[in-house]
Nanobody, 122 residues
Framework: QVQLVESGGASVQAGESLRLSCAYTYRTGCMGWFRQPPGKEREGVALIYTSGGQTLYSDDSVKGRFTISQDNADNTIYLQMNSLKPEDTAMYYC?????????????????WGQGTQVTVSS
């Protein structure tokens, strides 16, 4: 089981930026970020195929504002979040699974980090 440790969450104002980091013990085929807003189910945000670097974003609400990237030398996955909105408020979880990413962000067979809280106020 891969170990994942997130960091970088904070309370910010709308329009500001944050970069989340996820340190991992070993690389798996698909890694990325999910989030769970207060009172809602966990949902996908962004995934990356670690071998080729192809990225997936869950929907138009994050495309163009969020960028997922990886640093294989440092065993770290990043999520750069720009122009943050109050609706981005959530616990953000790093996730990893062997094999391919699900294009529809199906939550199946992932290892999870403990989460890092992002709060965006208007």
């Amino acid at each position: 089981q891969v170990q994942l440790v997130e960091s970088g969450g904070a309370s910010v104002q709308a329009g500001e930026s944050l970069r989340l980091s996820c340190a991992y013990t070993y690389r798996t085929g698909c890694m990325g970020w999910f989030r769970q807003p207060p009172g809602k189910e966990r949902e996908g945000v962004a995934l990356i195929y670690t071998s080729g670097g192809q990225t997936l974003y869950s929907d138009d609400s994050v495309k163009g504002r969020f960028t997922i990237s990886q640093d294989n030398a440092d065993n770290t996955i990043y999520l750069q979040m720009n122009s943050l909105k109050p609706e981005d408020t959530a616990m953000y979880y790093c996730a990893a699974r062997a094999g391919s990413c699900f294009w529809n962000f199906k939550i199946f067979a992932y290892d999870w980090g403990q989460g890092t809280q992002v709060t965006v106020s208007s």
